[in-house]
């Protein structure tokens, strides 16, 4: 794969293959907190759905009203 990707590109973000998604994901909450890296479960919500909508992802309603997995746009 990757020298397929040289043929195109100069070079390549090694990070991408190696960083855990989900890490860079709490990462950015934390990172979001300003001076609280520990954010309460309402915080952490209220930060996560503003990532969501900054990434282009939208909530998917089922017929309950509940929130059941997230789409994208």
């Given at each position: 794969m990757i020298p397929e990707l040289l043929q195109v590109q100069r070079y390549?973000?090694?990070y991408r293959f190696s960083q855990d998604p989900?890490?860079?994901l709490f990462n950015s909450i934390r990172a979001s907190g300003g001076w609280n890296?520990?954010?309460m479960a309402r915080q952490f919500l209220a930060l996560f759905r503003?990532?969501?909508v900054r990434c282009g992802v939208s909530p998917v309603i089922s017929l309950l009203g509940?929130?059941?997995?997230?789409k994208m746009l």
């Open positions: 390549v973000l090694t989900l890490e860079i890296n520990n954010p503003h990532l969501m509940l929130v059941v997995w997230w």
